[in-house]
């Protein structure tokens, strides 16, 4: 059979209408979640929950070994200065969702703390996630005997616009603490211990930083451990944070228990984020196939479970992870 020029290239142009026309017919939704720095747990995490809920046009269906998360739907985590820019930049619409610790939500929904005369309500949350722990972190060897001994000292404070900065400044006012603050993310803080420009550092985090990991290999670093008093004093300045410990063995270096607090992390987006959209995420969330991805996916990924979903969450929920926990029977 014999095929002319103008038959051949009808039949090109063809083609490429045809798979033009199958790619348009695939809307594709990009969607940013904020996370925060790179040496953290926030960016990891939500690098995992974007996989999770993304199945970009042309994927394999989920039934066939393929994506389960939402058609079209292109998932992006965005590296932040986490918690209170995460919320702020939410609101602003600058964001399409983010992690955040409950106290930020909390306050920045209710225009309280760092959020006074600044109210962050069109923020609504998808799902509670797992408990961050606060990490007191000082040079290999030295111990400090109670947190009065940062009187004086060079303290990380963590980054500006972090839930973290905004609790380690309510815990040093109130012991009264004067130290000479440093605004600094996880890696910088880490480096500068590291280097001894620093002589302790905090930030808030699930287990286990990768920072801290890498600062165990080389260095070497201590985590000081509350004492039951300040356990109850923080719990009652910041009523978010709770009783918590760290295990022996989460960082290969440390090999004790560290009795600390911790503030759950929450997945929040927009009101303004159509419902069938955050159904649909919300749902891929909870997919047996996200269950493997989390497990396998970063140490704290064990701890993000749909039966804690609810746990802490003081805010309104966003109508479409509403409509998914009713249908799994979660809320009436």
Not at 111 to 127: C, L, P, S, T, W
Not at 256 to 273: E, M, R
Request: aromatic share 8%; net charge neutral.
């Amino acid at each position: 059979m014999m095929v002319t020029k103008r038959g051949l290239l009808g039949a090109v142009f063809t083609g490429l209408a045809l798979m033009m026309g199958s790619v348009q017919a695939q809307d594709m939704t990009f969607f940013r979640i904020g996370t925060g720095g790179a040496g953290g747990t926030y960016y990891p995490i939500g690098g995992l929950l974007a996989n999770a809920i993304s199945n970009p046009p042309g994927s394999r269906a989920c039934d066939k070994g393929g994506s389960c998360g939402v058609p079209g739907l292109v998932a992006i985590a965005v590296s932040t200065n986490a918690s209170v820019a995460n919320m702020n930049a939410i609101h602003a619409g600058q964001l399409d969702a983010g992690l955040a610790g409950a106290q930020s939500v909390t306050q920045g929904y209710n225009g309280e703390g760092k959020f006074v005369g600044h109210k962050k309500d069109n923020v609504r949350v998808i799902a509670n996630l797992y408990p961050e722990d606060m990490h007191l972190v000082t040079p290999k060897g030295e111990h400090l005997s109670s947190l009065m001994d940062l009187n004086g000292k060079r303290v990380g404070v963590a980054a500006a616009g972090s839930g973290t900065q905004v609790s380690v400044r309510m815990i040093l006012k109130h012991y009264g603490i004067k130290a000479d603050e440093h605004e600094l993310g996880l890696g910088q803080s880490s480096q500068r211990l590291a280097d001894g420009q620093l002589d302790a550092f905090f930030y808030a985090g699930g287990t286990p930083f990768a920072a801290l990991i890498q600062l165990g290999s080389t260095k070497g670093f201590e985590l000081y451990k509350f004492s039951e008093d300040e356990r109850k004093a923080i719990n009652g300045i910041i009523p978010y944070y709770v009783p918590s410990d760290i295990p022996a063995g989460v960082y290969e270096s440390i090999d004790y228990d560290v009795p600390t607090v911790a503030v759950n992390g929450q997945l929040v987006t927009s009101v303004s984020q159509p419902e069938e959209l955050i159904y649909q995420i919300t749902k891929a969330m909870w997919n047996k196939n996200t269950r493997k991805l989390l497990d396998k996916g970063h140490a704290k990924g064990k701890a993000i479970r749909v039966e804690t979903a609810l746990k802490g969450v003081l805010i309104p929920l966003h109508p479409g992870a509403e409509r998914y926990y009713k249908e799994i029977g979660m809320i009436d």
